[in-house]
């Protein structure tokens, strides 16, 4: 029995029945115009494996090609480069955004410089240095028999064959450089795991700022608002139901400000005092209801930014984590495992809303309780 790609070679009678009834799908590589890199656009492309080449034409495309993957080396080198050159910056090695906006810039180029040249290459490798022919591939039911893997053996070597990868050495071992780079660049992105946070992700700006204050006679440190830098008093935030962002003073003159707004970001709200239950041993921490919780979901870490008026819930949008203000913030629905951390509050001679001390606890996810 004979398929119709001309094969004379007997067929297992599962793969003659699939044969019969499955559709046929044709692959013809490449197609006859627009060649990459043609001469003559009515030449036609040398048909069947092992059909002569052009050899003054393919040693062109050799060349080209052999260059592309030259190109996609030196990207993957430099993608690996820009990656150490933007974990240098600062000295906590992190960097602020203008840093992670070039080095996000840098990493992109390269990467698309190094991927565009190794896609053209290998395309203009298939174009100009393989021969064309028409492939009629069955369409059948998995597993394939044996003898459409000794097919699929059979053509994959033919195609190796026709590739040349054996006989051209320039253009394997210009691949080989190109891969070998790019199969590295991953790996180093495993140096974000890295350093270690130490004691830095348990204490906030706060308590820094607080014992600055003290130092200079003061009772704390005020509460401004985000974004205006504008301190609060008692009489701006009279109003229950109220919720607004607020940081330390201060803080924008820090070296690192974005990281210690980050961490410090504080939301404070105005709960009725009489539906306010202070937590025992806290019972001073809030002035007429107004009470200051960390901002940083204890879940993942997203902003818990939305408040509910009606229910003095506080909501996290990432998974829905919803918070008591009226009772320490206590997890009432949702994945997050403890209340968001409060922070002390008080008010100063001036009227203004100060923080007495740092949170009691680190904010965000608790890695700190897993050791
Ligand atoms: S980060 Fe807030 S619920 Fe997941």
Redesign the pocket.
Known sequence: MSDNTGSNEPMESGDAVRKEQSPKRKVGTPAQGGRLLATDESEPAPQGAGAKLDEAAAKRAERVVAALFLLAALASVGFIAAYVWSGTQGPDGMHGIDDARASNYALGACMTVAMLAMAVGVTIWVRRLMTSKQIVQQRGELPSGEATRAEFEAAFMEGAEDSGITKRPLLRRTLLLAAAPLGLAPLVLLRDLGPLPEKRLRHTFWGEAVKQAKAQGKQGVRLVVDGTNRPLRVSDFATPGSMITVVPEGIDKSPHAMNEIAKAVTILINVPAEKFKPVKGRENWHVNGIVAYSKI?T????P?ALYEQTTHHIL?P????TFDATDGAKVIF???ARPLPQLPLSVDNEGYLIATGDFPEPVGPSFWERG
């Open positions: 979901c879940h993942v870490g997203c818990a996290c990432c998974h829905q984590s949702g994945p997050a």
